[in-house]
């Protein structure tokens, strides 16, 4: 596929629930968002980066999403969904599929960082259409289907010291 090069356009998804999930599970630390971004836009040309999170009304969830647009991501937010049993969702899923898509016409690479199998479908769909694809996550708790799919996997957890803080 597609090599790396500077004048490569790239956008950077971040599914922010995925990483904060996988950070706290086996690392009790959080995301390293700069370190994140710059290492996915790799000295390339960055045309969008959107992280996507979840509203759970938690005191410092505003400050959080504050950080995350002056680091530079522009934030999707979602309002987590409580059902009648008391159970909850909320994911993005689609929404950033659908980003993907909509944006492959515009960049040369897509890095998506989650370690979601759900994924690796939209990474066929993208490669197909000529756009290489990136995936950033942590290794332990990636989906196989996902690293298989996409071009390069990227493991945060060989590199904490970058991604984690």
Request: proline residues 1%; negative net charge.
């Amino acid at each position: 596929m597609n090599e790396i090069h500077p004048d490569q356009r790239v956008a950077v998804l971040a599914d922010s629930q995925n990483l904060y999930h996988s950070a706290q599970s086996v690392y009790s630390r959080n995301i390293d968002y700069s370190g994140l971004l710059e290492s996915a836009v790799a000295d390339r040309s960055l045309v969008r980066a959107i992280a996507y999170v979840i509203r759970a009304d938690s005191p410092e969830e505003e400050s959080f999403f504050e950080a995350l647009r002056d680091i530079g991501f522009e934030t999707k937010i979602k309002e987590i969904k409580t059902f009648a049993d008391g159970s909850k969702k909320a994911d993005w899923d689609l929404g950033m599929s659908l980003d993907a898509v909509s944006l492959a016409s515009h960049v040369d690479t897509v890095v998506l960082c989650t370690g979601d199998g759900d994924f690796a479908r939209l990474c066929s769909h993208l490669r197909h259409e000529g756009v290489r694809v990136e995936a950033m996550g942590f290794g332990n708790s990636a989906a196989d289907e996902l690293i298989e799919a996409a071009d390069e996997f990227v493991d945060l957890a060989d590199e904490k010291e970058t991604f984690l803080l």
